[in-house]
C-alpha cells in the first residue's frame, strides 16, 4: 500500500462488526457499562446511539459532549470521535452503511449540516420511550432465525423521523437561520467547498449577494467575518487529514491549495496555538 493512503488512525468498515449471520448493511450493538474509545478513529458508517442512563465524554470532531441519560448521538462518515463512557452507562446503537443510510436520509427531513453540527440530541422521556421500543424491537428481529430486514428497515426509518420530531424544536431555536436562511446556504456551501474555495467572493456570487453584505450579516449573526468561517471549517478538515492520513505535512498544504508550507504552518497554528506537526504527534 502506498505511503500516502496509510491511515494514522483507523478507519472502520462496517462489516468489521458484523457476524456470519448478520447483514452488513445495518447492524445493531448494545453497550452496557464503562467503555473506552481513547485513541480518536472514524467510521464508514452511520451510527444512531440512544443512552438510556449514562455519563463520561463522547468527543465528535475535537469537540467534547457531555453524555447523559435519554440523548440521541448520531455520527456520519469521516467525523473523528472517541469516548470515555462509565459504569453506569447502557446504551443501543444501530450502525447503517452509506448505501442503506441513502435510503432514508429524507426521513431525517432536515438538512444533514445541521444534524452534524448538533450531533447531540436531548430526548423528552415519552420520545425516549417511543425510540427505545424501536431499538428493542430491532434487537429481536436480529435475535431470530430468519431476519426480515424489511421490517428492521422499516423500524429505522421510524427512528429517524421521531428523531427528527425531536430536533425540530432544537432546529428551529437557532433564530439566526429562521431570520436569515441565506446563512444556512452559506454553512452548507462551506462545508462542501472550503478544500478548494477559500475567498467570500466565491460564496457571495453563490448566493448571489455581494461579498460586502455577506460579512455584514456574519458579522451581526455570528459575531466573526465570514473568512472566519470559512477558517474554521478548515481547520477541522486539515485536523481531520493530519489523523486520519500519513501524507506528509507539505502533501496536505498543497492538497488544500497553500503552496507555502510556512505559511500554512503559521495559518494552522494561529487557530490552534499548535503547530501540524505538533498537532499530527499528539496522537
Known sequence: MALDVITKIPILDITEFSSKNSESNLLYHE????????KAHKHDFFLFMLFVQGSGTHTIDFVDYEVAAAQLHILFPEQIHKWELREETHAHQVMISRNMFETLVNSLRFSLTLYQNYPVISLSKETLNKILYEFQQIKSEFGKPLIFSEIINARVKLIALMISEEAEMIFNNQTVYKTKPILFKYRSLVDTHCKSEKLVSFYANELNISANYLNILCK????VSATALIHERLILEI??????????????????GFYDIAYFS????????????????QL
Open 31 to 38: 453497550i452496557k457499562g464503562k467503555r473506552l474509545i481513547e
Open 220 to 223: 451581526k449573526y455570528f459575531h
Open 239 to 256: 485536523k481531520r487529514m493530519l489523523l486520519t492520513t500519513n501524507k506528509p505535512i507539505k502533501a496536505i498544504a498543497s492538497e488544500l
Open 266 to 281: 503559521k495559518f494552522f497554528k494561529k487557530y490552534t496555538q499548535t503547530t501540524p506537526k505538533v498537532f499530527r504527534g
